[in-house]
């Protein structure tokens, strides 16, 4: 359908999310990275995946997940899948 919006509101909608997209398509990687990282919600979560525990402290310039592994370690988990633990540190 019509995403719910009345036919004379889709267009100037359509229209909104396109200039959207496109500044985000021609947006520097900073600027990206930077809007990402206000959004991240594993920072300071408990996290596991296959190889270990640690809490989510950021992404790094490439982006991936900073992981402070209980050791005090950290490491840069660059793809893969994590779960959520139940508490924060």
Partial sequence: GSLGLEPD???PTLERLLEAL???LEADDEAVLAA???R???LG????WSDGTGVGRGLDASGALVVELPSGERVALDAGE???GRGMR
């Fill in 9 to 11: 509101a889709l267009e």
């Fill in 45 to 48: 979560r408990e996290v596991s």
């Fill in 36 to 38: 990402v990282r206000s």
């Fill in 22 to 24: 496109t500044a985000w």
């Fill in 82 to 84: 994590v779960h959520l």
């Fill in 40 to 42: 991240d919600a594993l």
